[in-house]
C-alpha cells in the first residue's frame, strides 16, 4: 500500500514537470528543431520526444545544475539529425527535377544550423538568452525585455555584442575548414 502511495506521488511529479517544461521550453524546442529540420511536423514530433525524455530523466535533471533548457536543446538537436538521417536513408519517392537542388539546399541548411548551434554554446548565457528570444522564438526587443526581466536597451546591447560574437565565431570555424 505505501509502494504504490509513493508511486501515485512520483508520476504527478513527472507530470508536473512534463507540463512545466512543455510551457516554458516547448516554443524554444520547436523553434530549434524546426530550425535545423526545415519540418513543423518533424519539429512538432522532436518537441514531444524531447519532453518525453526529460520525464524519463526527471530525477537526473533536477539534480543537475545548470540551464535545463540547453540539455533540452541538445536533446531535440540529436533526434534532428538522427531523423534528417534516417530520412536520408529512406528518402519518399523523389522527383528527379528537383531531387538534386532540394537536398543539395537541405543539407547545406542543416550543417549551417549545426554549425550555429555550436557557436551559440559559446556565447556568455545572457548573450545566448537575449539572441535566442529574438531569433529563435522571433520576439521583438520589448517581449524579449519583458520575458527576461532586463531594460530593453540591455536587451540590444545584448544583442549586439552577441552577434559580435557570433560573427566572430564563425568566421573562426571557416577559417579552420
Partial sequence: MIFLGARRREETAGEALVRALFSEHAAAIAAHAFHLTGDR???EDIVQETVLRAWRNADRLLARQGSIRWWLLTVARNLAIDRIRL???HPETPDPETTSDVHHDHADHIVDAMTLSGALDHLPAVQREVVEQLYF????VEETARTLGIPPGTVKSRSYY???ALRGLLADRRAAQ
Fill in 41 to 43: 511536423g518533424m519539429a
Fill in 87 to 89: 530520412r536520408g536513408k
Fill in 137 to 140: 522564438l522571433d520576439r521583438s
Fill in 162 to 164: 552577441g552577434k559580435q
